[in-house]
T-cell receptor, first 112, second 113 residues
């Protein structure tokens, strides 16, 4: 079964707007990572947040982690058409088990 | 520019044939993952190696799939015999454990007819 579950499944916004995607997971984790996948290509790492961190920034990306709610969010500010892609979260479970399991992803479309 | 290399990029085969997919992880990486991606199931973790030893292959159908690392520069995923339901994109990724980022290859698109 999948550890991470992203929502929404699909999101369509205008260029310049902010996009927010969420990820929920089930068990205690060591870290959570966000990846991007352009159509038909391999996944590209965006950002990693550890379980003792609450927020991280990287350029136009902001990731938050709430371990009490077992959830994370990815915010992309001032979106561009080039941000159109699928976004996945992956969790590294604290107790050995399913490691590095991805959710179904959020498909983001940024319209020019 | 270090990258994970997967071969072949595309493979079309007939049902019942053996398929071997290869992955060259980034030099120095000690962790290798195999994933399968389909529209219906999304990204499924098939196998996970650390220092060439399989740590988790619970996601892999054991009757027809096998994953190995003959050496630190090569990981293989074999399907024998292949079935149409195996049609998917298979990704290999490498890294330095699960506490850091994984680097993905471009995938092998497998079509079993």
């Amino acid at each position: 079964s999948q550890q991470g579950e992203e929502d929404p499944q699909a999101l369509s916004i205008q260029e310049g707007e902010n996009a927010t995607m969420n990820c929920s997971y089930k068990t205690s984790i060591n870290n959570l990572q966000w990846y991007r996948q352009n159509s038909g290509r391999g996944l590209v790492h965006l950002i990693l947040i550890r379980s003792n961190e609450r927020e991280k920034h990287s350029g136009r990306l902001r990731v938050t982690l709430d371990t009490s709610k077992k959830s994370s969010s990815l915010l992309i500010t001032a979106s561009r058409a080039a941000d159109t892609a699928s976004y996945f979260c992956a969790t590294d479970e604290a107790n050995y088990g399913q490691n590095f399991v991805f959710g179904p992803g959020t498909r983001l479309s940024v319209l020019p | 520019d270090a990258r994970v290399t997967q071969t072949p990029r595309d493979k079309v085969t007939e049902m019942g044939q053996e398929v071997t997919m290869r992955c060259q992880p980034i030099l120095g990486h000690n962790t290798v993952f195999w994933y399968r991606q389909t529209m219906m199931q999304g990204l499924e973790l098939l196998a996970y190696f650390r220092n060439r030893a399989p740590l988790d292959d619970s996601g892999m159908p054991k009757d027809r799939f096998s994953a190995e690392m003959p050496d630190a520069t090569l990981a293989t995923l074999k399907i024998q015999p292949s079935e149409p339901r195996d049609s998917a994109v298979y990704f290999c990724a490498s890294g330095l454990g699960t506490a850091t980022e994984a680097f993905f290859g471009q995938g092998t698109r497998l079509t079993v007819v």
